[in-house]
């Protein structure tokens, strides 16, 4: 068993700005879990387009607002309680809310590494 705090993940470097807010990559590969569990700011007034091709996303909505967008174009308000799922490898956009930060729990499986980053300069969307 361990507990590990936000101040511990920042200490070993493991707070990562991911371009439009931070992720704190609360348990990693080197856990030996499976998976990987952040707590994820999304900056107000934000978007990007992500995709993760190596890992299926689940993320929770603790506070804030926001909202996540499909290659469809179907948009979901995002606010706490709820939960959104990748779990088909989905190309989206991520908006944080006009006036407040969305912040999530977000669970990854395979587990992060830890140090990867989103290129949001790509036209094409940021992709690990």
């Known amino acids: 068993m361990f507990v590990r705090s936000l101040k511990d993940v920042e200490a070993d470097g493991l707070c ?8 704190h990559r609360l348990l990693t590969a080197r856990d030996a879990m499976g998976f990987t569990v952040c707590h994820t700011v999304v900056r107000a007034g934000t978007e ?3 995709e993760y091709r ?3 996303e689940a993320c929770y909505c603790i506070a804030g607002e926001g909202e996540v967008e499909d290659m469809d174009g179907r948009v979901w308000p995002i606010r706490p309680g709820d939960i959104y799922v990748l779990d088909k490898h989905d190309r989206h956009y991520l ?4 006036d407040t ?4 729990v977000s669970v990854f499986n395979p587990a992060l590494q830890g140090t990867e980053k989103h290129d949001l300069n790509n036209p094409d969307g940021s992709a690990y």
């Open 95 to 98: 908006r944080g809310g006009k």
């Open 54 to 56: 190596n890992h299926l």
């Open 48 to 50: 990007a387009l992500l």
């Open 16 to 23: 990562i700005d991911w371009g439009n807010g931070t992720s």
């Open 101 to 104: 930060d969305l912040i999530l």
